[in-house]
């Protein structure tokens, strides 16, 4: 006989039902819904929708739109409705998705909301991460400790039920509560209580599993969290129930599947085609020319648009690359907390400082820097205190009057002035300390081995195919540049876990710089010149500004510098322009109109983000750099004829390929369904403890993405909700051989949590799309593909 599951099993297994947030300074995008990537995408947003009271698919409007713009090709839609059973007008049909949302409102239960109040409160004084001035006591000792300890004081909480009493170990208490139900009721008791709260407790989720300084300090787990919740219904006599079993398909559902699906085939499909006479246009020749300069950016959907204007503006070649350039590492800048800066898939093998190199630029640093952090300080101080607080406010009330007007009409004037008297950046100052120490910081090294550089450097050509190599090769990370918003680090870099992409860039540069580096790449057959020169950069996606890091740049390539940095400047200008008309601007605004969003502290929409992104091409740049993306495609760089063992390929599509699932299934489901999955808006922002937001004065936090950054002023969806459409450049064979030993991924393919299409170059580019369990059938793109369900490719 199995044994009873205990309770920490039925937490680990309920645990599903919601996603992980971290906190909002270190925002990651990531799946909401990620604990049903195991099953269906139709049956897994049907018991989510059930548990969490969210909506799987965009709304009946939002499919007319892109109907009616032509986003969905009629005759795939007809196709999609009739494999479904539907062959009514479209129009009818969503009638029929409308009604049915309209009738889909149910009663909060009032105790069960009082819960959720009281709850969100003690959760938010025991989570604060450094914003509170008073801290709540004795977190040290834990979460169900503290409640345990002091809920007598707090009147909200009735004096009755087990919160009266409450045992020693919040195992205890969940076992009195739970005594009248059966044992194998309690995994779907805790999945319903989870999903009460999904914010709070996927932050929590999070944070215990992340095990970071501040659950060592004050720890909270979910077995805690759900100990003090089951307590506070039992005072109130709230009902507990299990979550009900899978719900049954709607019509409405199965519509709006038919709809979705012909919108993503209508735009894979374009996408396909493209990519596949890109490469049927190719010649051998194509690549050999040596760049003057070769440019790896992030494969972020934002650095599409930038790279076709840096390669319009000389002979620069660009590719694209995971941003945290394949460092797993934790980075700690001069003066700043360590971060993890690599994707939440990836564990940080390494520490890597930033130390101080030039004393003079440090110092000035520091001096400015000191006097901002003592300024800021006192007057935080006076405006806290309530004795000082009003003869400060008629002291400087008229000065700080000045200073919000100047912020408010002319944030761009106000930005040129802080920046012409900030403190230098570290880069300017300090060199990240690469080589291998002999320390520890915790469990993990400081620096770098000469080996694992040797095995970095040589992946990042490897996955990126590199046979040539110009006189200068940029590494370019990206960050944002907002002013008063909460959300800033979602605009970062997705593959740095929230954070700037310019140190992972920099670290890669000294790698590939170190003699004994180049020396044994060079013995492993890697064509590396004499005279290239590794530098990095970071990309301002707000501004489309590139600061080059040119620290270390012998004067041999003086002159490159110089063209680099003013060719990168006429294409920052042009990509400006660009962004600018995206936001609804004047192109010729550029960047104006830019450099004031990112200061506009008003500013809700300083940039798009990743919104729009819909589809992931793997392949060399060639096939899409006459490609106008719309900055809609993540795009990594790979050349399948020299990765005959397919290693490169399975890199990507188990790391960059996941990743970017996660962020683009954030973006569908903050865009479906704002209120459950997202954000909310930033008018109504409050922010919490330094963790993450409310909607309001309290409750959840909120999991996902602003709505201002997903709809247009109107409120009409700037990005379009669709499931990324994955392109390889491949032998079908290979993409096969990957996959057999990638089950996760081939998961999220069986599941439809993505698609995947195979540009053949064997095969004269013809495409195939991946259906499932290793089947393949002829795209719609490619006409002059065989009928074949498994075609069979010809070797490598």
């Known amino acids: 006989m199995n044994a009873e599951p205990t309770i920490d099993d039925s ?152 919160v009266t009493d409450l045992p020693e170990t919040p195992g205890e208490a969940i076992e009195t509560v739970l005594a009248p139900y059966p044992v194998d009721q309690w995994k779907g008791v805790f999945e319903a209580e989870l999903a009460a709260l999904p914010g709070w407790a996927g932050f929590i989720k999070q944070r215990a599993a992340d095990a970071g300084a501040w659950q060592s300090t004050h720890p909270i787990t979910l077995k805690g969290y759900l100990a003090t919740r089951l307590a506070l219904l039992d005072a109130v006599g709230a009902a507990v129930e299990p979550a009900d079993a899978d719900p049954d398909p709607t019509p409405a559902d199965e519509i709006a599947g038919a709809f979705l699906r012909a919108w993503e085939a209508t735009y894979r499909e374009s996408l396909v085609e493209a990519v596949a006479a890109e490469g049927r246009s190719r010649t051998d020749s194509d690549a050999s020319e040596r760049p003057d300069a070769q440019l790896v950016f992030c494969i972020d959907t934002r650095s599409e648009g930038i790279r076709r204007h840096v390669e319009a503006a000389g002979n620069y070649a660009t590719d694209g690359y995971a941003g945290f350039f394949g460092i797993p590492m934790e980075y700690r800048g001069y003066d700043d907390a360590p971060v993890d800066a690599c994707p939440p898939i990836l564990d940080p093998q390494h520490r890597i400082v930033a130390s101080p190199v030039d004393d003079e630029t440090r110092e000035r640093h520091d001096h400015r820097s000191g006097l901002r952090e003592a300024a800021a300080e006192a007057v935080e101080a006076l405006e806290a205190n309530a004795a000082a607080a009003y003869g400060f406010v008629e002291t400087a009330g008229s000065g700080y009057g000045l200073a919000l007007a100047a912020r408010t009409l002319v944030p761009d004037r106000v930005r040129d002035l802080f920046d012409a008297v900030a403190a230098p950046d570290e880069h300017e100052f300090c060199e990240p300390v690469v080589q291998h120490q002999h320390t520890y910081a915790g469990d993990l090294p400081v620096g770098l081995t000469t080996e694992e550089k040797v095995e970095y450097a040589a992946t990042a050509f490897d996955l990126m195919g590199w046979t040539t190599f110009g006189r200068l090769v940029v590494f370019v990370g990206h960050a944002s540049e907002t002013t008063n918003n909460p959300h800033g680090s979602a605009l970062d870099c997705g593959a740095c876990a929230g954070n700037p992409g310019g140190p992972s860039a920099r670290v890669l540069a000294t790698v590939c710089n170190d003699p004994e580096v180049k020396a044994a790449l060079r013995e492993r057959g890697v064509d590396l010149p004499e005279d290239t020169v590794f530098l990095a950069a970071e990309h301002n996606t707000t501004t489309d500004e590139i600061d080059l890091y040119d620290d270390g740049v012998p004067e041999s390539h003086a002159a490159d510098l110089e063209q680099l940095r003013a060719d990168l400047a006429v294409a920052s200008e042009n990509a400006a322009a660009e962004r600018a008309a995206s936001m609804g601007a004047d192109r010729a605004a550029g960047a104006d109109e830019t450099a004031r969003r990112a200061a506009d502290w008003a500013e809700t929409r300083p940039e798009w983000g990743l919104a729009g992104n819909a589809g992931f091409v793997i392949g060399p740049r060639d096939l899409t750099s006459d490609l106008d993306l719309d900055g809609r495609a993540f795009l990594h760089s790979y050349d399948w004829s020299t990765d005959p063992e397919g290693e490169a390929l399975d890199a990507i599509l188990a790391g960059p390929a996941v990743v970017t699932q996660w962020i683009n299934a954030q973006y569908y489901f903050s865009t479906v369904d704002n209120a459950v999955y997202g954000g909310g808006s930033k008018v109504t922002h409050n922010p919490v403890g330094n963790v993450g937001v409310y909607q309001g004065n309290g409750g959840d936090l909120m999991t996902g993405l602003p709505s201002q950054s997903l709809t247009t002023p109107d409120g009409e969806p700037y990005h379009q909700p669709l499931r990324l459409s994955t392109v390889v450049h491949a032998p079908v064979e290979r993409v096969e051989r990957v996959l057999a030993d990638r089950e996760a991924v081939a998961s999220l393919l069986d599941n439809d949590w993505l698609s995947l299409t195979v540009v053949d170059p064997t095969r004269d580019h013809r495409a195939f799309q991946y259906e499932s369990d290793a089947t393949w059938t002829p795209d719609p793109a490619s006409a002059t593909a065989p009928e074949s369900q498994s075609p069979a490719v010809a070797d490598d």
Do not use: C
């Open 11 to 162: 937490i680990d297994e309920a645990a599903a039902v919601v996603g992980s947030l971290w906190p909002i300074h270190s925002f990651v995008t990531s799946n909401p819904l990620s604990g049903f990537e195991d099953r269906p995408f139709d049956e897994a947003v049907r018991q989510a929708a059930d548990l969490l009271g969210g909506r799987g698919y965009p709304e009946a409007e939002t499919f007319r739109t892109a109907l009616r713009r032509g986003r969905i090709d009629p005759e795939r839609l007809r196709s999609e409705l009739a494999a479904v059973g539907y062959d009514a007008a479209p129009e009818t049909l969503l009638d029929r998705v409308a009604d049915a949302a309209d009738g889909g409102e149910s009663d909060t239960d009032p105790a069960r909301a009082r819960v959720d109040r009281v709850l969100s409160k003690w959760l938010s004084a025991f989570l604060d991460e450094g914003n509170a001035r008073w801290p709540m006591p004795d977190r040290e000792a834990g979460f169900y400790a503290v409640f345990r300890a002091m809920a007598g004081h707090d009147g909200q909480i009735p004096d009755q039920g087990i």
